[in-house]
């Protein structure tokens, strides 16, 4: 019997179960697919001699996580790579908003929108000096973030209190629009907001598109050197070398609880996996509660709320296997690892419209992957490994591109959404499909079935909007990972601080395991001293 049985293989799964092996506990890690690390993979699937990403690729969360800085993965063989330019959002006008590595570089591109844009961005920049070491700390803080929240509260009453606060909370078109005339700065922002599923009208999606930003600014978009999964790799190999195992192809069907308390998992092939002190789920907060624990061992109000728990959008994704680069208009386009890809904040306002109505866009807003640009080791000289993906509903209602696409996702929709992907970057980059050697098409099925927790391709576990974030998460009342069966723990992006690769959720939850095994030590080895202490004085 192993300690703690984690569910899931994915990046917090795997932090998790190292946290837990550091502190030498034995522990056994069980995943459903073939391989491990849930929407970090890579593989040649698209042509062998290109390595490209399934799911996740660029890490700015990673670059800054404490978690994962402690694991020093870097012993483990990972290393990183950056693209010469962080990001670039292009225009069909030909100008293009772009993030460069260096501020000053950064702040006079967006002069050229609109004089003074640049010192806009400068003071945006200035204020991630004073306040940035304390956000990372209280992100990836189990909730409350006791501490770093005290310091992160002191520098914000110093950096402007209620105004500064105000601005964080703002909609990112509204944000925007105060700090700068000119489009490009307001682009940075919002395709960086857009990021999560956070509409240019959504509150808070000012803050979390100025983090994107000043991440991106700061430390990069980094990626890991020979595909998303060497980032699995090195967390796997780092728990093997301290004990732990992963066993893949073991789907967990029930958590097994007694008495109120977990005690093990059991699988699809009917076997019985026992846990002496903890099991860890890194499987969203709807297939914790909703399929893995029998409802009679939770309590009403939770079951009600998740009845009100929202996903985040739908995915959309192509990767490609390139001839040649992309054959950007912008050419400040072609040596950026990210780019952004619609006509404004307009733009972008009208796609995540059509998506809340429950229509599939027609001219989707993409995020764009130049995998080789960001690391050369992913396809031969002169190519390029890229991908894109966009958003679609979940639940879809029509299709306002005209071309009657439902929803079902069968080959023929697949093929049809793809081709709108593609014409909408040629408009960008005339003569790109020229260059398209070999595709893959991950529609929102695809992607649940590589990963279950990726429901109808949701990449967020759960929205970003703030009504679902913090002691909202998953469901109000929460925000922390303990659960209401004892020894069971919520360690999947479901928890907070929610998605990204930062390996906090699974950090957050093992650490809980071990708190709470401290103190029921603590609490039997004081009985024990007590009733010695009665029995010695009985004798006496």
């Known amino acids: ?26 522990v056994e890690v069980l995943e459903e697919q073939d391989e491990p690390g849930g929407a970090v993979r890579s593989d040649r699937g698209v042509d062998p001699a290109y390595v490209n990403d399934l799911f996740s690729s660029f890490y700015p969360l990673a670059a800054v996580s404490p978690v994962l800085a402690a694991l020093e993965l870097e012993r483990e063989g990972l290393r990183w790579s950056r693209a010469p330019r962080v990001l670039a959002h292009p225009l069909p006008d030909g100008s293009c908003a772009v993030l460069e590595g260096d501020r000053a570089v950064t702040a006079e591109g967006l002069d050229g929108f609109a004089p003074g844009d640049g010192q806009s961005w400068l003071d945006l920049c200035a204020l991630w000096d004073r306040l940035g070491d304390d956000i990372v700390a209280s992100l990836f803080s189990p909730f409350p973030p006791v501490v770093a929240g005290t310091k992160l509260l002191a520098r914000l009453r110093a950096a402007g209190g209620l105004r500064l606060a105000r601005s964080l909370i703002l909609p990112v078109r509204r944000l925007g629009e105060e700090e700068f005339a000119g489009e490009g700065g307001r682009l940075l922002l919002a395709g960086n907001a857009l990021h999560a599923d956070l509409a240019p009208e959504a509150a808070g999606s000012g803050g979390f598109g100025w983090l994107m930003s000043m991440l991106g600014q700061f430390h990069g978009f980094p990626v890991p050197v020979g595909g998303a999964g060497a980032l699995t790799s090195a967390l796997v190999r780092r728990l093997e070398s301290r004990g732990g195992r992963v066993r893949c192809g073991q789907r967990v069907t029930e958590v097994v609880v007694r008495q ?23 499987v969203s907060a709807p297939s914790l509660y909703g399929e893995l624990v029998g409802a009679e ?49 307009d733009e972008l306002s009208r796609w995540a419209s059509q998506i809340a109505r429950g229509l599939i866009p027609d001219r989707p807003f993409l995020l764009l992957g130049q995998m080789t640009t960001a690391d050369a080791t992913r396809s031969p000289r002169g190519t390029e490994s890229a991908w894109a993906y966009t958003h679609v509903p979940a639940h879809v209602k029509a299709d306002a591109g005209g071309e009657g696409l439902s929803g079902a996702w069968d080959g023929a929709e697949r093929e049809r959404m793809a081709d709108r992907v593609e014409e909408q970057v040629e408009r960008y980059a005339p003569g790109f499909r020229t260059r398209v050697r070999s595709r893959r098409v991950l529609a929102p099925p695809t992607l649940q079935a590589a990963d279950r927790n990726l429901h109808h391709g949701a990449i967020n576990g759960g929205t970003a909007a703030l009504h679902q974030q913090a002691v909202f998460r998953p469901v109000p009342g929460t925000g922390r990972p303990e659960t209401p069966v004892k020894g069971l723990y919520l360690a999947s992006a479901s928890a907070h601080p929610g ?42």
């Open 1 to 26: 019997m192993v300690d703690a049985v984690v569910i899931g293989s994915g990046p917090n799964g795997l932090v998790a179960a190292n946290v837990l092996a550091d502190a030498g506990w034995s």
């Open 297 to 345: 061992h939770l309590p009403d109000r939770l079951l009600a709320d998740l009845r009100r728990f929202q996903w985040d959008f739908a995915t959309f994704k192509v990767d490609w296997a390139l001839d040649g680069p992309v054959p950007w208009e912008s050419p400040a386009a072609a040596t950026a690892g990210t780019v952004h890809l619609a006509d404004g904040v």
């Open 499 to 540: 998605g990204g690769v930062h390996g906090a959720p699974g950090a957050n939850a093992a650490r809980a395991a071990l708190r709470s095994t401290h103190a029921t030590a603590t609490a039997l080895s004081t009985a024990q001293r007590m009733m010695s202490r009665r029995g010695r004085g009985g004798r006496a």
């Open 260 to 282: 109120a308390r977990a005690v093990g998992v059991r699988t699809a092939s009917g076997d019985a996996v026992p846990a002496r002190r903890a099991v860890l789920a890194d």
